[in-house]
């Protein structure tokens, strides 16, 4: 019997922490690019003010008139606001500073934390036949965090493979319990990734087990390596798939999207 928290459409996960530096926008580019290669249709939505997706993906500061800045507080059309990347069946809604300030703006509007779920649901998006939808979301847990979780139908968490890397995941996990009672009733965790996994260091090892031991299965099977190439590929505004395609980094998010197409076939059987 199929899921019935199964959404028609395309899965919008948000891949969120409210620590920084731990690889979402990484995971982010990476794994929508392997997915793209895989001939799903990926749109990634950067909701981070730094804008660190959309410079990723080689979109042009001078590029972005359109923003998620618009998408949530001018009503504007998603047909403004996508754009294509180098990699073919990826596309991108870019974010800049101005974003920055939607947290203030959007305190008065009685629709605040839904306004991101009702730009993902025009009709317009059905003529881009999207299979995943990818957020980028900002390192802290404010209003536009809320946002993705209320549009999206799963959070995916990157951890950092470091000490203290399960701190702060309690804070994360309440605010999705919270947001799951008050607005998106089907939120699910789709998972933690263990990002900048070092297999020489015994301190990775030891978080991976702590990892595994807390949260069992929501743990995906694939760890993301330390890896110079996943470094050096933004600065290229390319993914590590087209700017190394042989790398371990990029082995690694093919790694992960297959196991994540793998684990939403299960869930929708």
Do not use: W
Not at 81 to 93: A, C, F, K
Not at 133 to 139: A, E, K, M
């Amino acid at each position: 019997m199929s899921d019935p928290s199964r959404p028609r459409g395309p899965r919008i996960i948000a891949v969120a922490n409210q620590k920084g530096g731990v690889g979402k926008t990484t995971t982010t580019i990476n794994l929508g690019a392997a997915l793209a290669e895989r001939g799903q249709k990926v749109m990634i939505v950067d909701l981070d003010p730094q804008g660190n997706a959309s410079t990723g993906l080689g979109i042009d500061v001078d590029d972005r008139e359109f923003t998620t800045y618009e998408l949530l507080l001018e009503d504007i059309d998603l047909g403004q606001v996508i754009q294509p990347t180098r990699s073919e069946n990826l596309t991108i809604i870019p974010a800049t500073v101005d974003l920055s300030s939607a947290d203030i703006e959007l305190i008065s509007n009685e629709k605040r934390s839904f306004l991101l779920h009702d730009a993902l649901r025009q009709t317009a998006m059905d003529r881009y036949d999207l299979d995943y939808v990818l957020i980028d979301c900002p390192p802290s847990l404010n209003l536009l965090t809320v946002n993705a979780m209320v549009a999206a139908h799963s959070v995916l968490v990157p951890l950092q493979s470091e000490f203290f890397a399960l701190e702060g995941l309690s804070q994360l996990m309440l605010t999705i319990r919270e947001v799951r009672q008050s607005a998106n009733p089907n939120l699910r965790i789709e998972g933690v990734v263990l990002t900048m996994f070092d297999a020489r260091n015994n301190l990775s090892g030891q978080v991976e087990k702590d990892a595994r031991d807390n949260l069992g299965d929501l743990v995906f099977k694939t760890l993301i390596p330390r890896n110079v190439r996943l470094s050096e590929a933004p600065s290229y505004s390319m993914s590590v798939l087209d700017y190394d395609p042989q790398s371990r980094g990029a082995e690694a998010y093919r790694a992960l999207a297959t196991e994540l197409m793998k684990n939403q076939a299960l869930v929708a059987a």
